[in-house]
C-alpha cells in the first residue's frame, strides 16, 4: 500500500491515509451509495436524499450547502478575487490562495508515512 502522496495539510493527509490505506468507508443507510470520506456522504445525503438546495438569485447555479452558494456568488457575480503577494498568481476562493502561498512559497508538504 505505498504511494507517492503528499499533503500540504495534515487534515488531508488524515483523510488519505484512512481512506487510501485504511479502507475506511462511509456507507448510505438509504441507499447502495459508499463515499471515502464522511464529509462527502454527508452532502451525498442531503442533496439526494434530504433534497437540500440552495438556489443562485443571480442565476441558474443551484448549491446543496449555503457555504457553496455564498463561495459562488462571491467568485462568479462580485469579482471577488484573492492575489498572492508573492506572485501573480489570483485566486477566486481564499481557500484556493491559502494552499497555493502553502505549496508553492512557502514549501509546506506533509508526505504520507506509509510510502517510500
Known amino acids: 500500500d505505498q504511494c507517492d502522496y503528499i499533503a ?35 452532502k451525498h445525503q442531503e442533496s439526494r436524499h434530504e433534497g437540500v438546495q440552495y438556489p443562485c438569485d443571480q442565476c441558474d447555479y443551484i448549491a446543496s450547502h449555503t457555504k ?21 498568481y489570483i485566486a477566486a476562493h481564499a481557500g484556493t490562495l491559502k494552499k497555493h502561498q502553502e505549496s508553492r512559497h512557502e514549501g509546506v508538504q506533509y508526505p504520507c508515512d506509509q510510502c517510500d
Not at 481512506?19 to 463515499?35: L, M, N, T
Not at 452558494?69 to 478575487?81: A, P, T, Y
Open 68 to 88: 457553496t452558494l455564498k463561495i459562488h456568488k462571491e467568485s462568479k457575480h462580485e469579482g471577488v478575487r484573492y492575489p498572492c503577494d508573492q506572485c501573480d
Open 8 to 42: 500540504t495539510h495534515t487534515k488531508t493527509l488524515k483523510i488519505h491515509k484512512e481512506s487510501k490505506h485504511e479502507g475506511v468507508r462511509y456507507p448510505c443507510d438509504q441507499c447502495d451509495y459508499i463515499a471515502a470520506h464522511a464529509g462527502t456522504l454527508k
